[in-house]
């Protein structure tokens, strides 16, 4: 049974900062990663998508990466503002299927 | 950009009522799913939905759900009968493909 875990479950940073969320998983036979972002009472945003084939993606000041046979994922926020304080979370698609399994998220406070 | 709606917002129920919660997926995506977040826990998957039959179910969705492609535009989760542990926020979810799954904004569903 896969199981995502991310580290840390919360982080507190001065605006600025570079900033590295971790996400691990246990079965490396994925289809896709994503990385979301939610505000508190709100739905998800996708973020980025990395394919298994693909090493890493970027978006803005977001890059995420892949390393699918360690089974692992992290998602670089580069300058951040207090703007980017939300959950993220990771989930991946396994190849068999075709639902995502999620992380429990890491909270992320930008201090401006 | 297209995006995927969900209402309402907020339900409010007795134990033992009906539920329908209700999303309209992106156009022209073929794939729907839903998911629910019981406060404080991991998204889980729920149900997935292709070429009008479920294509994939979790242990969670059991003869309580029952989901439904009524027309061309909308796609509907009940919950029979519901219970106090189905309080959650049920988000809904559409791809083109095996790809980047996109989600609605959710409805809080509160069972009192």
Redesign the interface.
Known sequence: KQEVTQIPAALSVPEGENLVLNCSFTDSAI??L?W?RQDP??????LL?IQSSQREQTSGRLNASLDKSSGRSTLYIAASQPGDSATY?C?V?MEY?????????TILRVKS | EPEVTQTPSHQVTQMGQEVILRCVPISNHL?F?W?RQILG?????LV?F?NNEI??K?EIFDDQFSVERPDGSNFTLKIRSTKLEDSA?Y?CAS?YS?????????T?LTVT
């Not at chain 1, 009472?41 to 996708?46: A, I, N, Y």
């Not at chain 2, 826990?41 to 998957?45: A, D, G, R």
Request: glycine share 14%.
């Open positions: 289809y896709n994503q979301f009472g709100k739905g998800l945003t996708s998508l979370l989930a698609l299927g075709n639902k995502l399994v999620f992380g429990a998220g | 794939y799913y998911y826990q991991k998204v889980e998957f997935s292709y294509s994939e979790s926020m988000f791809s095996s790809y980047e799954q996109y989600f609605g904004p959710g809080r």
